[in-house]
């Protein structure tokens, strides 16, 4: 169905879906690279404006966590754009402490590569 308030206004309307959430991508400012995806709820994305640090909601503990708040990793946000249907946002982020967003260690978790087209499915470590 084609909103044109929703795809062309300039009203910030979030469609979150039925747990009340919406998904957060998280991209490195300088270079692009997708660090991390994340869920948002209502309150997360308020916070995420208004401090401009990166506040998520996590579906496995059903709480609010700031990202680096135990690591240091702290996402500094300098630009979020949503999408054309806003159910989904794009955070471009400054990474402040070692500037890993995995919980893994790994600067972003999207680490492994899906071999395509090869017969068995099988994955491969980028680092």
């Known amino acids: 169905m ?24 998280v991209a490195d400012e300088n270079t692009g690279e997708v660090l991390m995806l994340a869920h948002m709820n209502e309150e997360a994305l308020r916070r995420t404006i208004a401090t401009r640090e990166g506040w998520f909601w996590s579906r ?16 500094q946000v300098s630009a979020m754009k949503i999408d054309c249907d806003q159910d989904a946002v794009l955070l471009s982020v400054r ?6 967003t995995c919980h893994t260690g790994r600067r972003t978790c999207f680490y492994r590569s899906i071999s395509l087209g090869e017969g068995k499915t099988t994955l491969r470590f980028d680092e």
């Open 2 to 25: 084609h909103d044109k308030e929703l795809e062309e206004g300039t009203a910030l309307l979030p469609r979150f879906d039925a747990n009340g959430l919406i998904s957060a991508i």
């Open 60 to 75: 496995s503990r059903k709480a609010m966590w700031k990202k680096g708040e135990t690591s240091g990793n702290v996402l």
């Open 95 to 100: 990474v402040s402490g070692d500037g890993k």
